[in-house]
């Protein structure tokens, strides 16, 4: 089977269900980002070697592909959406309280960077933050599950988390924002 098959040609796509939209449409956009998201989150995994936190992010992907199938739906084929339950988001918050235990007390802003993974961490806490943008700005035209916005604000929250604990695990001073 060939990759391409020329039916974007003219900035349309299929959602899932078939409809054909535009490529810059919000759904695009959102399901999109979740992608980007995604693609950041396996290049961070690269750089990973502690299993515990493996177990965690690699779940997260999947999660992932979920959210995004969700948001690619046009509403016809809702029976073959993967559910979103609140488990995951209850997984996140633990693994923050735990990750959170060998955290200094939190004084200043934090500037990203440190080392290759925990600009990585940083990098996804960003790009999380753009697609809870995009699905919240999409959940003003769709019915959007609130469990996604949810899940997608703790996940930024956690990939803050993740930078910080990556710090103390890799023996780096996180480096803080000393404003002029």
């Known amino acids: 089977m060939k990759v391409y098959t020329k039916t974007g040609d003219k900035g349309m796509t299929a959602l899932f269900g078939g409809k054909r939209v535009a490529k810059d449409n919000l759904q695009i956009e959102a399901y999109g980002t979740v992608d980007e998201l995604n693609a950041f989150l396996g290049s961070l995994i690269s750089y990973i070697d502690e299993v515990e936190i493996l177990k965690e992010l690699k779940p997260i992907q999947s999660t992932l592909f979920d959210i995004g199938?969700?948001?690619a739906s046009d509403g016809k084929a809702t029976d073959y959406l993967p559910e979103i339950k609140e488990d995951l988001i209850q997984k996140l918050e633990a693994s923050m309280d735990n990750m959170t235990k060998s955290l200094p007390e939190l004084k200043n802003f934090i500037m990203p960077g440190g080392n290759q993974r925990i600009s990585a961490a940083h990098i996804c806490r960003t790009v999380c933050?753009?697609?809870?943008?995009?699905?919240?700005?999409?959940q003003q035209e769709l019915p959007i599950p609130q469990i996604i916005i949810v899940y997608l604000n703790r996940l930024s929250d956690y990939?803050?988390?993740?930078?910080?604990?990556?710090?103390?695990?890799?023996?780096?001073?996180?480096?803080?924002w000393n404003p002029k």
């Open 69 to 71: 199938a969700h948001l």
């Open 129 to 138: 933050r753009r697609t809870e943008r995009r699905v919240v700005a999409l």
């Open 159 to 176: 990939f803050f988390v993740l930078s910080r604990y990556l710090c103390v695990l890799d023996n780096i001073d996180e480096v803080k």
